[in-house]
Nanobody, 124 residues
Framework: VQLQASGGGLVQPGGSLRLSCKTS????????ITWYRQSPGKEREGVLC????????YFLDSLKDRFTISRGNGKNTVYLQIDSLKPEDTAVYYC??????????????????WGKGTLVTVSS
């Protein structure tokens, strides 16, 4: 099982980014994918999750109006669209999976599979 996050970069406040999580090594429809982020000096936190043909699950309600997750089933890729970026969104963003169909746990210790993160820096 492999997950690879990409798409990060330096963005000005108010800008947008779309992060990608390319997956391989398993049947894409069978695993929910969760996005995490880790800001400097803070613990890794779950952002939101999406299982196949299920509504997305937000672990941070405060982000609902700016963060959107989607699945590109034909591309085995999960996307994280981030709009109206703020400096406090600066973090390394990771994608991960519990290795099961539904989104359930948010704590990082429950994730079986992790991809390398992608750094998002929001600064003017």
């Amino acid at each position: 099982v492999q997950l690879q996050a990409s798409g990060g970069g330096l963005v000005q406040p108010g800008g947008s980014l779309r992060l990608s999580c390319k997956t391989s090594g398993f049947t894409f429809d069978h695993f929910a994918i969760t996005w995490y982020r880790q800001s400097p000096g803070k613990e890794r936190e779950g952002v939101l999750c999406m299982a196949n043909r299920q509504p997305s699950t937000y672990f941070l309600d405060s982000l609902k109006d700016r963060f959107t997750i989607s699945r590109g089933n034909g591309k085995n890729t999960v996307y994280l669209q981030i709009d109206s970026l703020k400096p406090e969104d600066t973090a390394v963003y990771y994608c991960a999976s519990e290795g099961q169909y539904f989104c359930s746990e948010t704590a990082p210790r429950y994730m079986k599979y992790w991809g390398k993160g992608t750094l998002v820096t929001v600064s003017s």
